[in-house]
C-alpha cells in the first residue's frame, strides 16, 4: 500500500503537481561492475584486499561509466514534464570521499540537473515520493512507501530485474 504524504488538498493544485520519481546510482546511472573491473585489470594485486567491498575502493566512485542508455532516459523523463527527479544513492560507510565523487558524477553528466536534488541515505524508505528507480532491495528500498521500480540487474543475486533496460523504464513511464 502506498502513502503519500506531501499531495495538495485542493484538485487543481493536484492536476498540476508533478509526480516525483527518486533514481539509485549504481547499476542505475552508473555502471559500477565495469569501474571494479577496471580497477582490478589495472591492480590486479589489490583484488583480494576488496574482494568483499570493491565499493571501499578510494575514488571508483569519480568516473565509472553510465550505464547504457541511462543519462538520454533520464533526460527525456525530464524533458517530458511530467516528473521531478531526484537522485537518492548510498555511500558506503567504508568509503566516505564516496559522496563528492557521486555528486562530481552526477554534475559531470547532468550539469545543473540534480543541482541540490540529490538524497545520500542507508534509508531508501524515509523518502517521499512516487517512484524509486533501484536495481536492489536494501537500504530500505524495499520499504519505499511508492513503487520500487527493480532495474537491470540485482549484482547480489545475478537475477534480471522487471524492468532490464532504461528503454523499459521510459516504456512504463512515458
Known amino acids: 500500500m502506498s502513502t503519500i504524504w506531501y499531495r495538495p488538498k485542493t484538485i487543481k493544485e493536484s492536476k498540476t503537481m508533478k509526480k516525483i520519481i527518486h533514481i539509485d546510482m549504481d547499476g542505475v546511472l552508473v555502471d559500477l561492475g565495469k569501474a571494479f573491473d577496471k580497477f582490478f585489470t589495472l591492480y590486479p594485486h589489490l583484488r583480494e584486499r576488496y574482494k568483499k567491498f570493491p565499493d571501499h575502493i578510494q575514488g571508483v566512485f569519480r568516473s565509472p561509466p553510465p550505464m547504457d542508455g541511462a543519462i538520454e532516459a533520464v533526460h527525456k523523463l525530464h524533458e517530458s514534464g511530467k516528473y521531478e527527479l531526484f537522485i537518492a544513492t548510498t555511500v558506503p560507510w567504508g568509503n566516505p570521499m564516496g559522496a563528492s565523487d557521486k555528486r562530481f558524477w552526477i554534475e559531470d553528466h547532468f550539469g545543473n540537473l540534480f543541482h541540490k536534488k540529490m ?6 524508505d524515509l ?10 532491495v536494501k537500504n530500505g528500498a524495499a520499504e519505499f512507501r511508492g513503487e520500487l521500480l527493480q532495474f537491470g540487474v540485482n549484482w547480489e543475486t545475478g537475477e534480471t530485474n522487471r524492468f532490464p533496460d532504461w528503454n523499459s523504464i521510459l516504456e512504463y513511464l512515458l
Open 119 to 124: 538524497f545520500m541515505t542507508h534509508r531508501k
Open 127 to 136: 523518502l517521499i515520493g512516487d517512484y524509486l528507480i533501484d536495481d536492489r
